[in-house]
């Protein structure tokens, strides 16, 4: 693997998961190579290693395209999240080795930009949940970390902040704080409950964000009342 590989690599990478290039665009090697000045050979070597993370397909005859996360997809990764993450938080608390002081820092990081309505904010914390996420992932144990990296690392799932209310970050937030306490209490059941509990939450804001943007402009969104019905 070459440096310029690696810098490709990267480079496309960070554009898949902040939507600089959505699902179904085209990855072109000659067009790639141009806009970074290098071979195809390197832009090959990037392109693989984003088939083998799961963010683009290799097609025959076609080339790359960034992956289509389908409803059922996204379903499916948060039922797997629920699984794993519950795992590692259940084994962090156990086995006492977690950081809770940059877990700690990283709750305040976040909840800093609570009322923050610079764009950028939903990023920022993004990238501090993902950084909250796979510390407990570490602390869980050496495979764990890798088995949930592609598993989080999907844009769908990054994403989720950027259209979470206020209420839904406070939550968000607040089981954060909670995760923490159960972690430093090195109560396992605790952490596997209050991290499922997270996941599920958000798979739910996620149901409903996403409920309301196939709605017709003006119809209301239905509610679980509505959904018995």
Not at 29 to 57: H, N, Y
Not at 197 to 215: D, K, M, N, P
Request: with cysteine; charged share 35%; aromatic share 4%.
């Amino acid at each position: 693997m070459t440096q310029t590989s690696d810098r490709v690599y990267a480079d496309l990478h960070r554009e898949i998961l902040t939507g600089g290039r959505v699902p179904g665009s085209r990855l072109r090697e000659e067009e790639i190579a141009e806009t970074f000045g290098v071979s195809r050979t390197p832009v090959r070597e990037a392109l693989r290693r984003l088939s083998a993370d799961g963010l683009i397909e290799l097609i025959p005859h076609r080339g790359a395209e960034v992956v289509r996360w389908a409803a059922d997809d996204i379903e499916e990764l948060f039922d797997l999240r629920c699984l794993l993450e519950g795992h590692a938080a259940r084994r962090a608390a156990q086995r006492g080795e977690v950081d809770l002081e940059r877990l700690r820092e990283l709750c305040a990081r976040m909840e800093a930009h609570l009322d923050d309505t610079d764009p950028r904010a939903a990023d920022e914390i993004t990238r501090l949940n993902m950084e909250f996420h796979r510390t407990i992932h570490r602390a869980g144990g050496r495979a764990l970390p890798d088995l949930l990296t592609r598993v989080i690392e999907v844009p769908v799932v990054r994403r989720t902040f950027d259209e979470y209310s206020a209420e839904e970050l406070r939550r968000s937030f607040g089981q954060h704080r909670e995760l923490v306490n159960a972690l430093a209490a090195g109560d396992g059941d605790w952490a596997e409950a209050v991290m499922r509990s997270h996941l599920r939450a958000a798979r739910a804001s996620w149901r409903t964000h996403r409920r309301q943007a196939e709605l017709p402009t003006g119809q209301e969104p239905r509610t679980p009342e509505t959904d018995k019905d």
